[in-house]
């Protein structure tokens, strides 16, 4: 099992940048993949980007590519959201996840993926 904290969030301008960080406890955070989802009032929580359990691959939604990068750092069981170039419309509260299965090829539906984070509240002004 592993319990996920998010900080990082808070209030930052159009254009702005801000970084998320997620930090892990319990066991081995090199043995999870991982991914942060963000939920914006009213909408379905959606997938934002996704990185292998060794950091060697990654994966985007469109609407961040280019703007968003996903990190992690195993010795120190953490995993990082930054973005830059932010828009209003990247408002949301953003999760970190965590996924325990050995393979994933469904990275970014939240089904495939055991534990979260409480959340950290992302809101870019225009």
């Known amino acids: 099992q592993v319990h996920l904290v998010e900080s990082g969030g808070g209030l930052v301008q159009a254009g702005g940048s801000m970084r998320l960080s997620c930090a892990a406890s319990?066991?081995?955070?090199?043995?999870?993949?991982m991914a942060w989802f963000r939920q914006a009032p009213g909408k379905e929580r959606e997938f934002v980007a996704y990185?292998?359990?060794?950091?060697?691959?990654?994966y985007y939604t469109d609407s961040v590519k280019g703007r968003f990068t996903v990190s992690r750092d195993n010795p120190k069981n953490t995993m990082y959201l930054q973005m830059s170039s932010l828009k209003p419309e990247d408002t949301a509260v953003y999760y970190c996840a965590a996924g325990a299965k050995t393979f994933t090829s469904t990275f970014r539906f939240t089904g495939e993926y055991d534990y979260w984070g409480q959340g950290t509240q992302v809101t870019v002004s225009s």
């Open positions: 990185i292998s359990w060794t950091g060697s691959s990654t």
């Open positions: 319990g066991r081995a955070f090199s043995d999870y993949f």
